[in-house]
């Protein structure tokens, strides 16, 4: 590539991340523009999943027998009906998003003191999984103009207001001798708008800037008005509780009844004709607050967790230490210890005689490495003509031949294609895929492009870059393959393109077919397998395909500075074992993992939280995370570069595996902090849900090894390369 060429490239690259950086401030919420609402207009009350922090299930919401279903009406002059699904992404339906049009009327500006819902009858089956739901801490989300409805809190010391996204099912008291559980069955809505900005406010339009529901139980001990809505919604005397008594008789959820009944005959899951009815009613207000910015709406559902940037930065800045600590010691390696290996016999002295002298040493050196190659390719042994080829200066001669000692030794079998060098190359090929797929996503997520309000596009832009990063995958692997001595590409290709995702997919399929038993929305729609399939099949294969012909046919094997030996495994070390034993290369893995483990680990709690625990919540300190996992690709790449190092100077030079596996070593450690948190942080119970998450924290520690190795892999090798060349 020329120097024009180059700068074009540069020029190229400088304008789309301009382009970028400026589509990430015009627009909040990519594809989608500000919503006004005029006067009295119409807007849909959207229904999602329920979720829950102590299980790994959810469900769709109108799929619950308890809650009113669609009646199919059209709602106003809009043409949506009730009932109607919302089309989704990819993302939102991998995360188990099921989004339907409720009954709900909302209306700009409108109040509704109250209004019925519906008058749903439940027997004693659904009456059970209502308490189990409520028991387990279910949440509900329904969405207005693409916000979530929220539970609005205020900080401890009263100055500011935040939301959690969702609001409870129900609540359980277990204070009275037995359980209780109060069913959530009249909502308040609570919307807050402001005036539109540019001409839309002018003529009169606004915009949601707000959406709170305030959750409560009403018990039939309440008054209620002739259309069935509550008399009074301030004074409530008694919750609506989920108990059915065993006499027979319709209950009406009245606590004093229920209180008399055995919980036994509640639990029950026979079903004997009895039915509970449950009213369920609503309220609309609307309120004004000029103070929020239509862009900044979504900064009340982050207020709570700004007391969590002081961690953040102490992450960041305990990265950066131990960052800056291995940069210290591989400076020194390279600077004292290799510099001076390799250029100590270029110097020039300050006296002719010294000059002289250290390049006789020089070509000494340079004779026993050659006598050193026979020797190690059958050629035969040192000769005492050879020993003695020098008559002057023999101490010199001794000082040369201690010089060659350790990873110098190795020049003729550093570079020896490893065992099973065919799976290592299309591992390496899908940790570069894995590689691209993650700095995109955190360089767009850090930009603003990929944020909550974009549902689901995290997801979809992930599988988007992991396949067109087919391509990447197939150069290296195919490249990889070739300098490894490969002759099959067209085998490589199809191994690269099938072993990791085959494996990946084969895995969900089986834990779909759990989640599917149990008719959870967390279930990946039969349709959705074959479109991922075809996905797989038709787009990444191709890609992978036409990047492994380019790196193997094209571009071919990397050409290393040294020559291997003919002769078979010259050197194996001082304790004659150039290979490793299984304990010994564990205990390296595991020691040289833990550094880059220390990096992450502060900011791995945030992740854990975000994914597994407050799943109402959304991780969105995104900058810190980019910046975390620049150092923690740095602490990698060193952390390998040392190891390797080290292996190389006790003359063991089967350092290919070794590096790929010392650079996703801290894999191993982040599988065991999963383990830690589910039995310290988590409450989750059930087999299934136990399942799901070890079976998901392990995929996803195997994307975090094969991605980690990957850098490993290449750090070493251009390590190698350099320190021989």
């Given amino acids: 590539m020329d120097r024009s060429t180059r700068t074009r490239f540069l020029w190229s690259w400088t304008v789309l991340v301009l382009v970028l950086c400026r589509a990430a401030n015009a627009f909040y919420i990519p594809g989608w523009s500000v919503k006004s609402y005029k006067e009295n207009e119409p807007i849909p009350l959207l229904v999602n999943k329920v979720y829950s922090d102590n299980t790994q299930l959810q469900y769709a919401y109108f799929d619950l027998p308890f809650v009113c279903p669609p009646t199919g009406q059209r709602h106003f002059s809009s043409g949506l009906l009730s009932g109607q699904s919302i089309p989704l992404n990819l993302g939102e339906v991998l995360r188990g998003d099921r989004i339907v049009v409720s009954d709900v009327e909302l209306a700009m500006r409108r109040d509704t003191k109250c209004a019925v819902l519906c008058s749903r009858a439940v027997g004693r089956g659904d009456l059970e999984r209502a308490r189990q739901m409520v028991e387990d801490g279910y949440v509900v989300e329904w969405i207005v103009d693409n916000l979530p409805g929220a539970t609005s809190f205020v900080t401890v010391d009263k100055k500011h207001k935040y939301y959690a996204a969702g609001f409870k099912l129900g609540e359980a008291d277990h204070s009275a001798e037995r359980p209780r559980f109060f069913l959530n069955n009249h909502h308040t809505i609570v919307m807050v708008y402001r005036k539109a900005p540019g001409k839309a406010g002018d003529a009169g339009g606004r915009v949601v800037v707000g959406f709170e529901v305030y959750a409560k139980s009403i018990g039939p001990g309440n008054k209620r008005l002739s259309d069935g809505c509550p008399a009074d919604l301030r004074n409530i005397d008694g919750g609506f509780e989920l108990l059915l008594p065993s006499n027979g008789t319709l209950a009406t959820g009245s606590s004093s009844a229920a209180a008399h009944a055995h919980p036994s005959s509640s639990s029950s899951s026979a079903d ?33 967790q700004e007391a969590g940037s002081k961690i953040h930065w102490l992450a960041m800045v305990n990265s950066l230490f131990i960052c800056g600590l291995l940069t210290g010691v591989v400076l020194m390696i390279l600077t004292k210890t290799i510099r001076t290996d390799i250029k100590g016999y270029r110097d020039t002295a300050v006296e002719e005689g010294q000059g002289v002298r250290l390049l006789r040493r020089k070509l000494k050196l340079e004779k ?9 390719s059958g050629g035969g042994r040192l000769s005492d003509d050879d020993d003695d080829d020098d008559d002057d200066d023999g101490d010199d001669d ?38 691209f797929m993650a ?23 992930g599988v988007g870059l992991f396949v067109f990063a087919g391509v990447l995958s197939g150069y290296f692997s195919g490249r990889i393959y070739k300098t490894l001595g490969g002759h099959d590409w067209r085998r490589n290709t199809v191994v690269t393109a099938l072993l990791f995702p085959g494996l990946g997919f084969c895995a969900v399929f089986v834990l779909n077919l759990f989640v599917w038993a149990q008719a959870s929305s967390t279930a990946i729609p039969f349709g959705t397998l074959v479109a991922v399939v075809a996905l797989w099949l038709c787009v990444q294969l191709p890609l992978v395909y036409v990047g492994s012909w380019y790196g193997f046919a094209r571009a071919g094997a990397w050409e290393h500075p040294t020559k291997t030996s003919t002769g078979g495994a010259r050197r194996t070390g001082p304790a004659a074992a150039g290979r490793q034993t299984w304990w010994h290369a564990l205990r390296t893995v595991l020691l040289a993992g833990l550094v880059p483990f220390t990096v992450i680990f502060i900011e791995l709690l945030f992740v854990f939280q975000s994914v597994w625990q407050d799943k109402s919540g959304y991780y969105y300190v ?8 620049a150092i923690l690709v740095c602490a990698v790449a060193e952390v390998t570069v040392v190891a390797i190092y080290l292996q190389l100077c006790a003359e063991n030079h089967h350092w290919w595996w070794q590096s790929f596996f010392v650079g996703g ?13 589910f039995f310290a942080r988590l409450h989750i119970s059930g087999f299934l849900s136990s399942l799901l998450f070890f079976s998901y924290s392990f995929m996803a520690c195997c994307v975090y090894g094969l991605l980690t190795g990957t850098v490993g892999f290449l750090a070493a090798y251009a390590f190698v390369r350099r320190i021989y060349g």
Wanted: glycine share 12%; proline share 4%.
């Fill in 398 to 435: 001794g000082e040369a031949l201690e010089d060659v000692t350790g990873w110098k030794l190795l020049h003729g079998e550093v570079f020896r294609p490893p065992q099973h060098g065919h799976l290592l190359a299309p591992l390496v090929g899908s940790g570069t895929q894995l590689l």
């Fill in 368 to 376: 026993t490495l050659g006598l050193l190659d026979q020797v190690g």
């Fill in 665 to 677: 070593g801290s894999a191993l450690w982040v599988f065991a902090y999963s383990v830690w948190y």
């Fill in 439 to 461: 700095v995109g996503l955190v360089l767009l997520s850090a930009l603003g492009v990929l944020n909550p309000s974009f549902r689901g596009g995290f997801i979809s832009f």
């Fill in 272 to 304: 004997d004709g009895d039915k509970l009815t449950i009213p369920y009613s609503y309220a609309v207000y609307w309120r004004e607050d000029s103070s929020i910015e239509w862009n900044r709406r979504w900064d009340l559902y982050f207020v709570n």
């Fill in 622 to 629: 995104f900058g810190f995370l980019a910046v975390v996992s």
